[in-house]
């Protein structure tokens, strides 16, 4: 079956770094654009970034542009997403998320899988 593990996350201070993995199995991985979205508590689950199948397009959300970078890795069946100058709003549990469209998406329905989720927390 279908597994997306993310890995990566932790606690970091802000201004920091950290770099989340996203490592799939089970699927044609070339064959999905990737997606990251975040979620606290209480709150709808939120759009970071997106990557079209071939990682030579990519989509952020205005509150990380600049910030954040995703990438991807076909041949290793990874995605990742790069995040640095990270601020404590950007506090969350993040997933990562596959679609079954070549080009990257910012709407949680278009995706078909998802990752259990990694936590983030910035401490100010």
């Known amino acids: 079956q279908v597994q997306l593990v993310e890995s990566g996350g932790g606690l970091v201070q802000a201004g920091g770094s950290l770099r989340l993995s996203c490592a799939a199995s089970?699927?044609?991985?070339?064959?999905?654009?990737m997606g990251w979205f975040r979620q606290v508590p209480g709150k709808e689950r939120e759009f970071v970034g997106s990557i079209n199948w071939s990682g030579d397009s990519t989509s952020y959300a205005d509150s990380v542009e600049g910030r954040f970078t995703i990438s991807r890795v076909n041949a290793e069946n990874l995605v990742y997403l790069q995040m640095n100058s990270l601020k404590p709003e950007d506090s969350a549990v993040y997933y990562c998320?596959?679609?079954?469209?070549?080009?990257?998406?910012?709407?949680?329905?278009?995706?078909?899988?998802w990752g259990q989720g990694t936590q983030v927390a910035v401490s100010s």
């Open positions: 998320a596959a679609t079954s469209s070549f080009d990257n998406s910012a709407s949680a329905r278009q995706y078909v899988y």
């Open positions: 089970g699927l044609t991985f070339s064959n999905y654009a």
